[in-house]
């Protein structure tokens, strides 16, 4: 029963501005850390940003500070905004939610993002 639905990918160009969103259903979101990963093409997956559940963040290695995670417990939603697009930054992302003990963990399908002229 559990749902992790992401939302807000597209083509964008490069420069440009993009706001990811992630819903969950099925679990008590605010137990919960969400995170974003993204997958290039031929690249492995890596975390792009995370926040726990008290709204803590952390940023993953990659991040330029062009990346801002946020969280809204009361939708059960996490956003990922992204700023100044580069075409290196084309990826699938994808919402990972996961318990304190990181024993159990979920994902959702993953939402295209594409920075081209």
């Known amino acids: 029963q559990v749902q992790l639905v992401e939302s807000g990918g597209g083509l964008v160009q490069p420069g440009g501005s993009l706001r990811l969103s992630c819903t969950a259903s099925g679990i008590i979101f605010s137990e919960y850390s969400m995170n974003w990963y993204r997958q290039g093409p031929g690249n492995q997956r890596e975390l792009v940003a995370g926040?726990?559940?008290?709204?803590?963040?952390v940023h993953g290695d990659s991040v330029e500070g062009r990346f801002t995670i946020s969280r809204d417990n009361t939708m059960s939603t996490v956003y990922l905004e992204i700023n100044n697009l580069k075409p290196e930054d084309t990826a699938v992302y994808y919402c990972?939610?996961?318990?304190?003990?990181?024993?159990?963990?979920?994902w959702g399908q993953g939402t295209q993002v594409t920075v081209s002229t």
């Open positions: 990972n939610a996961v318990l304190p003990t990181r024993v159990h963990g979920y």
């Open positions: 926040i726990n559940g008290a709204g803590v963040s």
